[in-house]
């Protein structure tokens, strides 16, 4: 008898693998939605929910209320202020070839009784979903879907996409909601990732996660200048217009509105047309400026649509068609092995040149050892191969071909392939890890991320020249780069006077980027750009972090909770070890030295702007109309400070929704509380607080 093993599905009951799913799909949730960072393509995902949905159906004993296949879409984070939809922004369900679109159409049919309907096919656009509301035809607030009740209130940003109209025009309904998808425009996306491989900056995934990072991320003039488009499909009933009775003229008055429509829609009224149309679509689907994964067939009649209604999370008069996943078959000629930043050894497929869907792949990813397990690939196998995105191809699997014979099982090597060192691999970490810090490789890495845009920002300075400058002995730790002298430089082959200049003043403009940006530039292993601000929030020079103690750290994380990326143990462990690595000290004390500024430097503190001087609040639960992190910030401003945990000292605990332990601690100390209503008043009239102290 064997025993189950967790690789092999096939081995688990039907309720753990259900939960392994379950599992599996939140995570993959949690990427794509919350952190537009997807790890497999949709096709792979799509595999994972319809294997859970057969699971489901077919044992009514695995089905949980808070299955993922119950839900649509991510959470909303708390970066935007929340906006409840009050009509869901639903999920569509998915045909993946003619036999399931037949289907769909015969269960329609039966459900209006054998009456007649007609199809409206739209191309089914691969972008990020937003729903725009207009008040006498102004634009007056447009949000993300989120999961689908409440998302994010993006109207700051889809104001900059130039197609979503900001008045409206004609004879427009006094309130009107439209819904579309926005996305970024192909050669856009193309423009932004041949800037990051000229500065050597790992490129983008794809137009769709790029494009949806595009909205949820804070500065305005971003999405505009990533030229971000609309397509509109479809308007809803938010008051007691008389809208049109067909989505086909719902469309068409859309259009005469102002708004965005796509030129390919069309109506039909067989399913043999719609097919004859997907083919057509299918064949052309790489000659439009955006992506498109499939068509979207929907019922004409806005009454039919009534009286179909939905099931679960999907409407039963729609559905989604999908296109084909983007796949072809490929000889793995090897596995090469890339030293990454932080030590990872990070595996690379080198695949025979394969043209899919229009490129010719040579590369794949191939994410650790346990990935290749589990694919079951080796050297020299006939593989298959996903073009998940516009850039990155995944190997979906091993190809069996009979009577083929085998080469052994992938092996991770025992030393690294740079610098000779025993690679360790540490319970809980997917990656094997070069441990040497002064390992080439590593280093190559760190001072391309060390002078990368987000980072410091040495403009001039890309991956060629970091190349040269470590071949040529003149940089050997980030900091040697602020030692570089003009003479230097002009020295090395094809550096003109000009470049060398530009430079170097990037280089001295570089010594006042903020504290964040530097904490990030750093590579401290899992702190990000993200991590990097809440850390700066709390330590305001790099001496006070590097103090620090673990569980404090490790408390911003609590504090942060629903963010998508808090601090947490992990992130707090790798910090503290950061700091404990004397050659890491050394390089903090030569950036020193060569007058980088390693504190935030604060706004000129005026006695009369600080009337919370010497208050010390700790917010806590959830606020209606901030995130802690702004609330605290707000603090800050008027001169308040802001702890995580409750104390004597404490001088006023805000208690938001769902405050737990130290709204209970704050009571048994008698620290007064007060709660949002009374916070906000006190930031309108900050001297109040004297009156109720
Ligand atoms: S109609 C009730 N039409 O696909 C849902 N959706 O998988 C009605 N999408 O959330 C949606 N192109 O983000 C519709 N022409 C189109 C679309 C489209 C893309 C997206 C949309 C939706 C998702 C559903």
Redesign the pocket.
């Known amino acids: 008898m064997t025993t189950p093993s967790p690789d092999n599905p096939n081995d688990l009951s039907p309720i753990t693998r259900a939960q392994q799913l379950r599992d599996e799909l939140w995570f993959h949730n949690d990427r794509y939605y919350n952190n537009d960072s997807p790890v497999i393509s949709d096709g792979q995902y799509d595999a994972l929910m319809q294997e859970l949905r057969e699971l489901e159906a077919a044992h009514p004993e695995c089905r949980t209320a808070n299955s993922p296949t119950q839900m649509?879409?991510g959470s909303p984070s708390d970066r935007f202020p929340q906006v409840e939809h009050p009509i869901p922004?639903?999920?569509?369900a998915?045909a993946f070839g003619r036999d399931e679109l037949e289907a769909w159409h015969r269960r329609v049919t039966d459900l209006l009784d054998g009456q007649p309907f007609r199809m409206v096919a739209?191309?089914?656009?691969?972008?990020?979903?937003v729903r725009l509301v207009y008040r006498n035809g102004e634009f007056v607030l447009g949000a993300t879907?989120g999961n689908g009740q409440t998302g994010e209130d993006v109207t700051h940003n889809l104001r900059q996409v130039q197609s979503i109209p900001h008045k409206l025009i004609g004879d427009y309904p006094p309130v009107l909601e439209a819904?579309?998808?926005v996305y970024l425009p192909l050669d856009s996306f193309r423009r932004m990732n041949e800037e990051r491989e000229r500065n050597g900056e790992p490129l983008y995934a794809n137009p769709r996660n790029t494009g949806a990072g595009t909205i949820r991320q804070l500065d305005p003039a971003v999405v505009r200048d990533r030229n971000m488009e609309i397509?509109t499909?479809?308007l809803n009933d938010t008051g007691d217009s008389a809208l049109p009775s067909s989505h086909w003229d719902a469309l068409s008055r859309m259009q005469s509105w102002g708004f965005r429509v796509?030129d390919q829609?069309r109506i039909f009224d067989t399913l043999d047309q719609v097919c004859d149309f997907y083919d057509d679509m299918l064949a052309h689907r790489h000659d439009w400026p955006y992506e498109?994964?499939g068509?979207?067939v929907?019922v004409d009649s806005i009454a039919q649509q009534n009286a179909l209604g939905?099931a679960g999370r999907?409407?039963r008069w729609?559905i989604?068609y999908k296109f084909p996943a983007e796949r072809a078959n490929t000889r793995l000629l090897d596995i090469v092995i890339n030293v990454g930043r932080t030590g990872s050894l990070n595996p690379q497929a080198i695949l025979e040149p394969v043209v899919v869907s229009g490129a010719t792949v040579q590369h794949a990813s191939l994410h650790n050892e346990e990935d290749i397990h589990r694919k079951d690939v080796r050297i020299g196998d006939l593989v298959e191969i996903e073009r998940a995105g516009d850039v990155i191809p995944h190997v979906i699997g091993h190809v069996p071909v009979p009577g083929e014979e085998r080469g052994p099982e992938f092996r991770m090597p025992e030393r690294c392939p740079e610098c000779d060192t025993t690679v360790v691999k540490e319970l809980g970490d997917a990656m094997h890890r070069c441990p040497n810090s002064a390992c080439p490789a590593q280093f190559f890495e760190s001072l391309k991320h060390f002078v990368s845009r987000g980072a410091m920002d040495m403009d001039g300075l890309g991956e060629r020249w970091c190349r040269i400058l470590i071949d040529r002995g003149l940089v050997s730790d980030v900091s040697h780069v602020y030692n570089l002298t003009s003479e230097q430089l002009v020295q090395l082959d094809r550096m003109g006077e000009k470049l060398a200049t530009r430079i170097l003043t990037n280089i001295e403009a570089s010594k006042k980027r903020p504290l964040a940006r530097i904490l990030f530039a750093l590579g401290i292993p899992h702190v990000g750009a993200e991590v990097a601000d809440i850390l700066v929030s709390r330590y305001p020079s790099i001496d006070e972090l590097a103090q620090a103690g673990i569980d404090e750290l490790a408390d911003l994380y609590d504090y942060n909770r629903e963010e998508s990326q808090g601090v947490g143990p992990r992130i707090a462990d790798s910090i503290v070890s950061y700091f404990v690595v004397e050659r890491n000290w050394q390089t903090i004390s030569e950036l020193r030295d060569a007058g980088v500024q390693l504190w935030q430097e604060l706004a000129p503190v005026n006695e009369d702007d600080q009337p919370w001087k010497g208050q010390t609040f700790v917010i806590t639960g959830t606020l209606s109309t901030m995130t802690r992190r702004e609330a605290e910030g707000k603090v800050k401003a008027l001169g308040g400070s802001t702890t995580s945990s409750v104390s004597r000292k404490t001088n006023w605990l805000v208690a938001g929704e769902s405050a737990g332990s130290k709204l209970a601690t704050a009571e048994r100390l008698r620290v007064p509380i007060i709660y949002e209503h009374r916070l906000l008043e006190l930031l309108e009239n900050p001297g109040m607080i004297c009156e109720i102290a």
């Open positions: 649509v879409g922004m639903l999920s569509l998915n739209e191309l089914k656009i691969d972008g990020l979903a879907r819904r579309g998808e397509w499909y479809s796509n829609n498109a994964d068509l979207v929907k939905f999907e409407p729609a989604a």
